[in-house]
């Protein structure tokens, strides 16, 4: 028989089992080692996952065996587990996903075996304007996250040429992923198009080495550009969330120098943070990853084509001379 015990979280009992568990066979990570971390890393982690529907990834027996998503909410869920209800996408009706609003909820799903966090990237009830345009980079090797990180600063210089702050995070897999937080009432069309456009450029100023189609033959050697997930119906690991990999890694906020000194040292480890790395990180930093909650921006009003990246960058140029010049008259 299952052992089982409860634990009293935010005041309300939260059934946990087995927590002798292995789930990490390469580490001995056990489960109850994944109900810690997520119970140590729960107040840095709750803001980004507040009123945000998310699909459950469960893995019962452990990383090396099978796993399932879980998109509708289990009907055993305890009362105090909100759900956030969605529209589906396949079939008439609507779905009710699980919303991990507290560190009870956080535990109970754990002890489900949820090792990762995916979340959408617009809250409840606001489902059609995303907090965020996201691009993930995905490499085909042998490209890895070197290359990942070489694309992601080509990508910094694009977003700040539109006056668009961005923010890097790994996927605590061989990607990396990076934020432009909008925290507006941008919409999916929007935010998509213009991810699009960004992924189309890049390859066509990088074919050797970048790609924006979504063929897995195509990918080789390159890294692929991920525009697509700028979507209302598709979720993305969220930050600071476990990943099912040999070692318990973890979806990281880094800096943008620690990408830079990633690409010049050519050194993927650089960006390779464990459970246990990412606890002792938030300590010494902090989030990293907190204004993507708070800043507020806008998208450019006008559309944008792969042409007007090179009107805009002269238009800036010529803005900049302009200024020298006043300043030396």
Known sequence: MPQRSYLEVNGKPV??????????PATGFTKGDVIDYY?????????????RPISLKRYPDGVDGFFFYEKQCPPHHPQWVDTARVPSRRRQG?????????????VWAANLADLEMHTFLHRAPELEHPDFLVIDLDPGAPADLVNCCEVALLLKTFFDRFDLQSFP???????????????????????????RTIAEHLESENPDSVTSKMQKNLRRGKVFVDWSQNDEHKTTVCVYS??????????????????????KKGDRDL????????????KRKGDLFAPVLALRQR???????????????????????SRQTHAAG
């Not at 059934?15 to 990490?24: D, I, Q, T």
């Not at 476990?242 to 690409?263: G, I, N, Q």
Request: proline residues 6%; glycine residues 2%.
């Open 15 to 24: 059934k946990v089992s087995n927590l002798s568990k292995v789930f990490y």
């Open 271 to 282: 960006l390779t943070f464990e459970a246990g790395d990412v606890l002792r990180r938030v």
């Open 169 to 195: 995070k790994t996927s605590g897999s061989k990607g990396l992923q990076v934020y432009v937080p909008l925290n507006t009432k941008a919409t999916y069309d929007v935010t998509k198009a213009f991810a």
């Open 242 to 263: 476990l990943r099912a990999k040999e070692r318990p890694t973890v979806s990281t906020p880094v800096s943008w120098k620690e990408v830079a000194d990633t690409a």
């Open 299 to 321: 998208l450019p009003d006008t559309p944008i084509t792969t042409a007007n990246f090179h009107v805009r960058q002269s238009d800036k140029a010529a803005k900049n001379r």
């Open 94 to 106: 609507f779905i009710d996903y699980c919303v991990m609003n507290d560190e009870s909820a956080l």
């Open 39 to 51: 119970i140590r890393i729960a107040p840095i982690l709750l803001p980004h996952l507040k009123n």
